[in-house]
């Protein structure tokens, strides 16, 4: 991405006077930050977004951060097909943000002994199961920590998305953990430096959690909490939610409980039951590779679903529809034909898999 197109974008990121949801829109229509400009210069203040856009620019470059806009291919494609994703994003790591598989755990600040035991065994079940997984979560107290310390003790990539700039860890106890994430996954944000970590920017971000994932699991939550919030996004965006059942009458149990007595979350209680429910196949599923010599007669763009998916199998609709460029309506047609020759096989969560 060329650092004049990253200079605009981030400027219309910070436009007062104009909602997250204009900018977006305005973006989504032009395509570039730049465009916007050229077509919107009168627009109130853009001299100041212009001049912190420039401080911006000075400080990515010092502490080597990428940047990813909406026309970035590494921008996650997941997130992208959300109604309300971040034009931009800044991020810290190496964790390829479009992996395979993605999951994000959340659950409570005050987790007790039980909670931080089912993410332990949760996540170490889940390396021998599935070890290509990125784990992502808050970098918060309790739940999000557990999550990412296990994922790393285990050897897995995880990403962090903070609700402030990458200029600061919050809370600062988690620094040490952050550090260790930028070489074992990542930090992520949409928000510049200086900003400070304030209660609705918490909120904010968990739509990025959400939005960046194949599907939430809860562990342990209140009846009232964020992991609460990233579940009701993730509900929103189509994707599958997950809760582990706790002890009747206990605080931090009341919050799963009620989302699976009510059927907005499904029940698990081990990396087993997500895998099944996700149709993901583990190690031992998973058949040594095999030539793919013979194709029926396939159209051209049914050539390039199967490519992508020899390429990388068990992808979403969404993700399919942008990686060949095959409008949403049109894929699902090509998708249906696909499953009557026997070439792919639908799978939970929009996700299809290539059997040939």
Not at 260 to 284: F, H, P, V, Y
């Amino acid at each position: 991405m060329e650092s004049e197109e990253i200079y605009y974008t981030i400027a219309l990121s910070r436009l007062s006077g104009i909602s997250q949801a204009m900018s977006a829109e305005a973006y989504r229509t032009l395509g570039s930050g730049k465009a916007v400009y050229e077509q919107h210069r009168e627009l109130a203040h853009w001299d100041d977004a212009l001049h912190r856009a420039a401080a911006e620019m000075e400080f990515i470059t010092k502490n080597n951060i990428r940047v990813l806009t909406m026309q970035d291919d590494d921008y996650p494609a997941r997130l992208r097909e959300c109604p309300d994703a971040p034009i931009i994003l800044y991020y810290k790591g190496e964790a390829d943000l479009n992996q395979r598989h993605i999951i994000n755990i959340v659950g409570t600040r005050h987790c007790t002994s039980y909670g931080q035991d089912l993410v332990r065994r949760f996540i170490t079940d889940l390396r021998q199961l599935c070890p290509d997984v990125l784990i992502v979560s808050g970098l918060a107290y309790g739940i999000d920590i557990c999550a990412h310390r296990h994922a790393l003790e285990m050897g897995f990539e995880t990403v962090g998305v903070l609700a402030h700039g990458l200029d600061q860890i919050y809370p600062p106890h988690h620094r040490d953990t952050a550090a260790e994430m930028v070489n074992h996954g990542g930090l992520l944000t949409e928000y510049v430096s200086q900003t400070q970590a304030l209660p609705n920017n918490f909120r904010q971000r968990n739509r990025i959690v959400a939005g960046i994932s194949d599907a939430t699991v809860l562990v342990e939550s209140a009846i009232k909490g964020g992991g609460l919030i990233t579940c009701r996004i993730a509900q929103e965006y189509g994707r599958d939610v997950f809760a582990f059942p706790g002890a009747v009458g206990m605080p931090y149990s009341e919050g799963c409980n009620k989302m699976i007595r009510n059927n907005t979350a499904a029940l698990i209680t081990s990396a087993q039951d997500l895998m099944e429910s996700m149709g993901w196949q583990t190690l031992k599923q998973q058949p040594e590779a095999v030539e793919r010599e013979l194709f029926p007669d396939l159209s051209p763009e049914e050539k390039a679903v199967v490519t992508l998916l020899q390429q990388t199998n068990d992808l979403q609709l969404n993700i399919i529809s942008v990686k060949t460029n095959i409008p949403i309506g049109q894929l699902t047609a090509l998708l249906f034909s696909l499953e009557m020759k026997g070439v792919v096989k639908s799978l939970a969560g929009g996700t299809y898999h290539l059997l040939m």
